[in-house]
């Protein structure tokens, strides 16, 4: 039995680690499920402590604030008003009903919007709209690789039969 919640487990990271890079899937949050279903199903003995849990908590939790903000921030870096920051917000939000391709472009429209309606030039709505898009890509990797480093926490402290 216990061969088969390592199997569930290791699907469960494969799967995060897709939806890291994958914005329709959870991916660290699935990550996160892999570990507190290996800890409650084969106990203390032969899983991970509840502080190891605790720490992967936390760094899903940082996971969702960088997909949240990085948009945000990317817009801002490369020169965006608070029109054109509120609108990568916004338009990563609305992205999210249109998909992959929406969490992607959405940002990028609403930075531009948000410029057009503060009366900048297309010029430097597209800056907004280019800076919100390279802010995604950026969240992305970081999601990436807080995954992986979830994973590894995983690995480096489980109490292993092997």
Known sequence: MELFWWSIT????????IG?????LPGTTIIL???????VMLGSEKSIGWWSIGVLVLLTL?????????????AKYFGATKW????AILGALIGIVFGIIGLFVGPV??????????GKRMIDAGR??????LGN???????????LVMITIFFVTVRAPF
């Open 84 to 87: 054109g920051m509120f609108g």
């Open 109 to 118: 429209i609403g930075a531009i919007a948000g410029e057009f309606i503060a």
């Open 10 to 17: 290791i699907v469960l990271f494969a799967v995060g680690l």
């Open 33 to 39: 499920a892999g570990a507190i279903i290996h800890r």
């Open 137 to 147: 890509l950026a969240g992305m990797i970081g999601k990436l690789a807080i995954g």
């Open 62 to 74: 940082t996971t969702y604030a960088l997909d949240f903000l990085s948009g945000y921030f990317g």
């Open 20 to 24: 890291t890079v994958l914005p329709v």
């Open 128 to 133: 907004a709209g280019w800076g919100s898009l």
